[in-house]
């Protein structure tokens, strides 16, 4: 790739994206610095101009734009994503490293009824990335997420996790969605764009006045928080360097997307969220109805999508292990329904299910009715087969 890229590069203002912005614009791509305030990212760029002079690398050749975005407010995104697209005719790059990790016992519901955390690290930044990916396609472009080394299991009930609320849990949760998305978003534009998940160390910038305010906030967890970071934080450059590799770097973007990066190594054992195809398209079709964001087509898909995914699936049995049945509204051949407490994880089994109890009478149903009957079938990916019902 040729160095005069633009690479929009969010959450510019925190330690990793200060890394980044700086490495970028040393090896003289053009960045484009998102984040809240305006005041922010004004002094960020003056940071990043100084470090290169330190470098002694001519500052004024130094590209360096900035634009203002909420990522908790979707109007905010909406008119940034708005506003880059009328500024750069070409956006070769997207660095998503905004992130807010609340410090209080929440849930933080915002004034537009979506709690603070899913909304700014799960729905900002899949729709600002929605409203690029025509712009970036005309230039092979990447999306580089930065992730973190969590996996909380997604809670499809409660997915802002509002009802029933823990906010580390909360916070995991969406960093868990945030590599589900990464790795779905380079499975739905393989050979388009290109997405990667990347996993930093434990990345402060001790230099900035602004992370010794918010260890101050927080009381006597900041004060521990801070010794922490003293003797085990790597510098912004420790991130920076590697980002600003992949996404300038690789000739051939396609080779490397939907790859999980820990600094400037390759993960090449499989990721449990990245790997999870299921989640990956049932969280992507639950953003796009949720958000009202939808490609020509996508909209309607995403709906009949999450109606299978949410029907009810039966599982047959003969007092062993049974089969699935899963398609919508398809029939369900007589068999005995037993209750069936536990089953063992060797059959591809991954929770505990709960069928009627009792002998089936013969009646032919749907999944639709047997719903309708209150009787609780959960979906599983696979199980073995129950020559009893004859499936």
Same mark, same amino acid.
């Given at each position: 790739m040729t160095d005069k890229q633009t690479i929009l590069v969010a959450g510019a203002t925190g330690s990793i994206g200060r890394g980044a912005a700086v490495a970028l614009a040393r090896r003289g791509a053009r960045v484009v610095l998102l984040g809240r305030k305006i005041e922010g990212l004004g002094a960020r760029a003056d940071a990043i101009r100084l470090a290169l002079s330190e470098a002694r690398i001519?500052?004024?050749?130094?590209?360096?734009?900035?634009?203002?975005? *909420?990522?908790?407010?979707?109007?905010?995104? +909406?008119?940034?994503? =708005?506003?880059?697209?009328?500024?750069?005719?070409?956006?070769?790059?997207?660095?998503?490293?905004?992130?807010?990790?609340?410090?209080?016992?929440?849930?933080?519901?915002?004034?537009?009824?979506?709690?603070?955390?899913?909304?700014?690290n799960v729905m900002g930044p899949f729709l600002f990335?929605?409203?690029?990916?025509?712009?970036?396609?005309?230039?092979?472009?990447?999306?580089?997420?930065?992730?973190?080394?969590?996996?909380?299991?997604?809670?499809?009930? *409660?997915?802002e996790s509002i009802r029933?609320? +823990?906010?580390?849990? =909360?916070y995991e949760r969406t960093k868990t969605m945030h590599r589900v998305i990464a790795a779905e978003l380079a499975r739905r534009y393989a050979g388009r764009i290109s997405s990667v998940a990347f996993l930093p160390s434990f990345i402060i910038d001790k230099s900035d006045p602004e992370v010794k305010k918010r260890w101050l906030s927080i009381g006597l967890a900041g004060y521990f928080y801070r010794l922490w970071a003293v003797f085990s934080a790597k510098p912004p450059a420790v991130a920076g360097e590697p980002i600003a590799n992949l996404m300038l770097s690789h000739k051939d973007r396609r080779a490397i997307n939907g790859a999980l990066f820990r600094l400037d190594k390759r993960v090449e054992k499989p990721d449990k969220a990245m790997s999870d195809e299921v989640s990956g398209k049932r969280l992507w079709d639950e953003l796009v109805l949720q958000r009202g964001l939808a490609p020509a087509g996508e909209k309607e898909q995403a709906n009949n999508?999450?109606?299978?995914?949410?029907?009810?699936?039966?599982?047959?049995?003969?007092?062993?292990?049974?089969?699935?049945?899963?398609?919508?509204?398809?029939?369900?051949?007589?068999?005995v329904w037993e209750r069936i407490e536990e089953l063992p994880s060797e059959a591809g089994f991954t929770r505990i299910v709960e069928p009627h109890a009792g002998e089936y009478d013969g009646t032919r149903h749907t999944t639709r009715e047997l719903a309708d009957e209150h009787l609780e079938f959960h979906v599983f990916e696979s199980a073995p087969n129950c020559d009893m019902c004859g499936i």
């Open positions: 001519d500052y004024q050749d130094a590209d360096i734009a900035t634009l203002v975005i *909420d990522f908790s407010d979707m109007e905010s995104v +909406r008119l940034a994503a =708005a506003e880059a697209l009328n500024r750069f005719p070409m956006i070769h790059g997207l660095v998503l490293s905004a992130v807010a990790q609340m410090p209080k016992q929440g849930p933080n519901i915002l004034p537009n009824g979506h709690e603070l955390m899913f909304a700014t990335t929605q409203l690029l990916l025509e712009r970036m396609q005309q230039s092979d472009g990447l999306v580089l997420h930065v992730v973190a080394p969590y996996y909380k299991e997604i809670d499809w009930d *409660d997915l029933n609320h +823990r906010t580390t849990t =909360a999508s999450l109606e299978r995914a949410r029907e009810p699936t039966a599982i047959c049995t003969d007092g062993k292990l049974g089969s699935l049945f899963n398609e919508f509204d398809s029939e369900i051949t007589p068999c």
